[in-house]
């Protein structure tokens, strides 16, 4: 079976496909024609955010690709700027609105503190407003407007915050997850807990390609390096989220039903490239 048709359960009952589309720096122009062609190739995950500026063009090649609603999973992100309650409703409804979508499958955080940064960020944990958030999402999730709701970026004392107090636990966390960067005690915890992780840029935004261990896995695999990048990810239970706008790149990336062995995951995982600054 084809990576494209497998599906994770997220705690909630919803399906997601393990992988996904992703549409950053994707410019609002470009996104109607990239959405199209993945979801041509076959595609049924596309992740968008409200900072993307391209969620319009995004419901565009939804449009475009003919396919029914119920059958792509589209994802959206509130931006981590917006940290009270009465924000929330409203910036939700604009996703609708512009996506053209009656409703969403997976609206997330974007992040725990407000980009960019703000005077004295790093002492302050913006717990009490992130569960303003989430009070804000689960009602939405209730309305019928979401199909499951979670978080990006956040790190484990994050997560218990909103374990603490949550009536509908996070489902998903949507983190840099990678060769290089496993991020192993985060994911381990989001398992134990029932969050499902997804890992967005698994190429590492292109610093991936040219390791020479990577290149050493590829080529005794017979494939690229963005497809061992991706397999990587997916062994590791991450949904995973490459991009491109390119349909051939889209498609390759696609490709990734073969398993590295053990002795090639262990190897990968001595990989540490920490994420840039």
């Not at 496909?17 to 549409?23: D, E, K, S, W, Y």
Request: proline letters at 8%; charged letters at 25%.
């Amino acid at each position: 079976m084809s990576v494209l048709n497998e599906d994770l359960v997220l705690t909630g009952g919803v399906s997601i496909p393990v992988l996904g589309f992703g549409t950053w720096r994707t410019p609002i122009e470009v996104a109607p024609g990239a959405v199209a062609s993945a979801i041509g190739i076959g595609y049924r995950h596309i992740d968008t955010a409200r900072v993307y500026r391209n969620e319009a063009g995004v419901g565009e090649g939804l449009k475009a690709a003919g396919v029914l609603r119920s059958d792509v999973f589209v994802t959206t992100k509130i931006p981590s700027s917006l940290k009270t309650y009465d924000e929330i409703g409203p910036c939700i409804d604009e996703s609708l609105r512009r996506l053209d979508l009656s409703f969403i499958d997976l609206i997330l955080i974007h992040g725990p503190k407000p980009y960019p940064p703000q005077p004295g960020d790093d002492e302050k944990t913006y717990f009490d407003e992130n569960r303003e958030v989430w009070r804000a999402m689960e009602d939405a999730y209730r309305q019928g407007k979401l199909r499951a709701i979670g978080v990006s970026n956040f790190e484990i004392p994050d997560l218990t915050n909103l374990l603490d107090s949550a009536t509908v636990a996070p489902m998903v966390n949507q983190i840099e997850l990678r060769i290089g960067f496993p991020e192993e005690e985060l994911r381990l915890f989001c398992e134990a807990n029932g969050i499902v992780v997804e890992a967005y840029s698994p190429i590492g935004s292109g610093m991936l390609l040219g390791h020479p261990v990577i290149t050493d896995v590829a080529t005794r695999l017979g494939v690229s390096v963005p497809q061992v990048c991706i397999r990587y990810c997916l062994q590791k239970g991450a949904v995973t989220l490459p991009k491109s706008v390119h349909p051939e790149f889209m498609l390759e990336d696609a490709q990734v039903d073969f398993e590295i062995p053990d002795a090639d995951m262990a190897l990968l995982d001595t990989i540490d490239i920490p994420p840039e600054d």
